[in-house]
Structures are given as structure tokens and as C-alpha cells.
């Protein structure tokens, strides 16, 4: 007599087992922020990076930004795949790296986002979402980024991509010189962002930014970064000169700092040299032909 409870349970053994298999098979490849990973030995994807967005303004380009690529002006470049919404090959890299700017992958035959973000970090930014992109400390450099869809056919493809700056930069000159007392320079901004939206290109928190830089012998040139929200945008700046004991020697107050992506806006002037007033109508602002425009305010 046929043991039919016994045969049911091996039947649905092998029914599991098989149905495992096949999912496994089905499943694509996850790769979480891979430092520099080898080339794939059947990659079907190379994805290089061949430059940076040349945008002139009023007809003025920079000749010697013109032979630059984005591998010269970031330390790091992080290559993201997504499936929809779901992460499926993350590959970081470092300025030194064999091959920096270029990685090759195996994936399956399907449309993809590529999301790749270029940065100057200590660290790798957070890329779990292409619409919401952290960086360590929520500190913000000279960032450029690249998001679009790709196609991966039967056949072997090459991707010769251009990043797009995704920043805008606040500069402050001073005039006058940086007093022996004064041990570090504070920066607290509001009205940009620290978080980054690539398939905008546009920051998408309303971020408090704070940051503090330690002046080198004689510096006086200090720069910071941040998302705008939209392609032009405006901050409210503090600037604090600060002692060893972070008392307070000088504080300046910059109100509606107008902000555009690419854009340097430079507030030149004596920093020290006058009253803790505000200084937007003080300092000379100026765009930097170096991005794509100059704004300069004198105080």
C-alpha cells in the first residue's frame, strides 16, 4: 500500500526547492558600495565618465576648464544602479584607483536608472535612494551628478557620460587680515539643502548648514557649498570669527545671498575692519567666470 502522506510531503519538498532555485535565479545582483570592484568577467556594461557640463555665460568659456575633466576636479565617484526603485549594483571609487571614472558590469537584459554622483568627501555618500543622497556629516563639496535611464541589450554597451555640477558656492574674500586670536572660521547658512535629489538635480531639505573652517597661515578666501532648492535660490549667511575657547571676535551677518546652480557668488571686503552689522550691502559681490557666472558685492 502507497504511502500517500509520505509522497505529499516529498512532493512539496522538491516543489519548494525547485521554486527556490528559479527565484534565485531570477534574482539581479546586489553589490552595496563595492570599493573599486574588479571588472565584472562577463560585464556587458562599461559606463565612463568623459566630462563635466560646459556651461558659458554670456558667451565667456574658460579655456583652461576646457581640457578638465570631473576625474581632476573630484576625489571620489560613486556608480549606482537601480532597478525602479530598488538598488541592485553600487560601485565606489577613489581618486588612485585603477581605471578612476570607468566601471564595468553583468546585468541582465532590461532598462536601468544610473545614478552616478562625483564628490570630494571623506567618505562615500549614502545612495539608497536616488532622490535622497546624504552625504557623511552632511557636509557638502563641489558635487556633480549624472541620472538617466540605460538599456542593456543582447549586446555589449558602452556609456560615455558628462556629469552636471550640482552646486552652487558661496565665497568670502576679506581684505584685511586675519587676526593671530582668530582659530576657526563658522558658517551657518540656511536656505539650501545638504541633501541631494538626483533625478531633479536640485537639494529637496530645508536645510541648517554649519561649517567650520580652520584658516591656514594668511588665508582669507574661504569657500562653502550647498543644493539649491530650485536653479536660483537665496541664503542667510553668518559668518563667526572665532577664538580658541570659541568666543566669539567678529560676526558678520549676509542676507539674501542669491544662489544658482554653478554659480559662484563671492561677498569681498573687510571682514574685521568695520561694526557687527549685516554685510550684504557692504561687501562687493561677484560671480566667478571659472563656473558659469560672477556676482560681487563690495562693503
Known amino acids: 500500500m502507497r504511502n500517500t502522506t509520505m509522497e505529499k510531503k516529498l512532493f512539496w519538498n522538491m516543489a519548494f526547492l525547485l521554486l527556490s532555485v528559479i527565484l534565485a535565479a531570477c534574482e539581479k545582483p546586489f553589490i552595496d558600495d563595492r570599493e573599486n570592484a574588479p571588472a565584472a568577467p562577463d560585464a556587458n556594461v562599461t559606463i565612463r565618465v568623459a566630462g563635466y557640463e560646459m556651461v558659458p555665460f554670456d558667451n565667456f568659456v574658460v579655456e ?162 550647498t543644493f539649491p532648492h530650485d536653479e536660483t535660490g537665496t541664503l542667510k549667511m553668518t559668518v563667526t570669527a572665532l577664538g580658541s575657547a570659541d568666543n566669539t571676535i567678529q560676526d558678520r551677518l549676509f542676507e539674501d545671498v542669491p544662489i544658482q546652480r554653478n554659480v559662484i557668488t563671492q561677498y569681498k571686503g573687510q571682514f574685521f575692519g568695520s561694526s557687527n552689522v549685516s554685510a550684504s550691502h557692504e561687501f562687493k559681490m561677484t560671480a566667478d567666470g571659472e563656473w558659469a557666472q560672477t556676482n560681487e558685492q563690495n562693503f
Request: glycine fraction near 8%; hydrophobic fraction near 35%.
Open 64 to 225: 583652461s576648464r576646457a581640457a578638465q575633466s570631473v576625474t581632476e576636479l573630484c576625489s571620489r565617484l560613486q556608480f549606482v544602479i537601480f532597478d525602479g526603485e530598488t538598488k541592485v549594483n553600487s560601485v565606489s571609487q577613489k581618486v588612485g584607483d585603477e581605471g578612476f571614472g570607468t566601471v564595468s558590469l553583468n546585468l541582465q537584459e532590461g532598462t536601468y536608472r544610473l545614478v552616478i554622483i562625483a564628490h570630494n568627501c571623506d567618505g562615500n555618500a549614502t545612495v539608497t535612494q536616488a532622490d535622497k543622497i546624504t552625504f557623511p556629516s552632511n557636509k557638502v563639496t563641489d558635487t556633480f551628478s549624472y541620472c538617466e535611464n540605460i538599456t542593456v541589450g543582447a549586446q555589449p554597451a558602452t556609456y560615455d557620460v558628462q556629469l552636471k555640477r550640482a552646486v552652487a558656492m558661496f565665497r568670502l574674500s576679506i581684505t584685511d587680515a586675519l587676526p593671530d586670536e582668530v582659530k576657526k572660521m563658522k558658517f551657518y547658512y540656511i536656505g539650501g539643502s545638504s541633501t541631494f535629489d538626483a533625478t531633479t538635480g536640485r537639494g529637496n531639505v530645508n536645510s541648517r548648514q554649519t561649517v567650520n573652517i580652520v584658516p591656514a597661515e594668511g588665508q582669507q578666501q574661504f569657500e562653502v557649498y
